[in-house]
């Protein structure tokens, strides 16, 4: 399904400044987490991928020397031309960190990604949507699709971590053993607040007041904690 009303371009001005792209491939090859709808953004139709992602790519100024690349699903899912065409859009904007998204069942393909952008000089960071290190949770409610438990394990591969509150089950404590492992064991943690979509899966309000109230004041300034009330909060979406 292509969806053309999204907010493609955006700027991150606060904590890690980055410009940010959602662009679109040929969808997520995993689709079964049980919350989430986004993977909708799809179409199997290349050049017209290729044609929007260029657009929304030319706006990128470079004026923080980095950009996020996000596509509702993972790296793997954007086409060769795409692909050339981040890599000339970091060289001429001089952008030397790149952020991807990538889900756990192409981490083989990482190293080649990296490989890719070190050529040319350019850091890459990969985040993975982890949800809950809670793996029962994760795998049993969430399918998930992450057969390792080890919080070690999974960032033996990605630099970066989302979680995912506001879920019937949730506690003070689970969330905050999650943000706290996050922060342990890679870079950087971007939280998630459920919000409502057409997933089964509904958000949890006495979970999510409970969030706003004990966390957000602990976190909210921590410079390598990214918080997302509105999955939109970022400019995109
Ligand atoms: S891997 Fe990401 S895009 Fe794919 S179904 Fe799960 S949350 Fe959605």
């Not at 986004?38 to 990128?60: C, G, I, P, T």
């Not at 952020?99 to 393909?109: G, I, P």
């Not at 999650?178 to 939280?191: A, K, M, N, P």
């Amino acid at each position: 399904m292509e969806n053309n009303l999204l907010t493609r371009y955006s700027e991150i001005t606060e904590k890690n400044p980055r410009e940010i792209v959602l662009l679109r491939g040929s969808g997520c090859k995993w689709r079964r987490c049980t919350f989430c709808d986004y993977h909708l953004d799809f179409s199997l139709d290349e050049k017209s991928n290729y044609e929007l992602n260029r657009l929304e790519l030319a706006k990128v100024t470079g004026r923080y020397g980095k950009l996020e690349v996000i596509n509702s699903g993972s790296f793997v899912d954007l086409d060769q031309k795409t692909f050339a065409f981040i890599i000339d859009t970091c060289i001429n904007k001089k952008i030397d960190e790149i952020h991807f998204e990538c889900h756990w069942m192409h981490k083989d393909n990482i190293p080649t990604l990296r490989k890719a952008f070190e050529k040319h000089n350019i850091i890459t960071k990969i985040k993975i949507g982890v949800e809950t290190f809670d793996s029962d949770y994760r795998e049993n409610i969430l399918h998930k699709g992450i057969d390792v438990q080890e919080p070690s394990k999974i960032a033996e591969h990605f630099d970066e971590v989302c979680l995912l509150f506001g879920l019937d089950g949730q506690t003070l404590n689970s969330m905050r053993q999650d943000i706290e492992t996050g922060l342990s064991y890679f870079e950087r943690v971007c939280v998630n607040i459920m919000v409502e979509n057409s997933t089964k899966i509904k958000p949890n309000n006495d979970v999510i007041r409970t969030f706003i109230k004990e966390l957000y004041p602990i976190y909210k300034d921590n410079k390598r904690v990214d918080i997302l009330i509105e999955n939109t909060d970022f400019g995109v979406g």
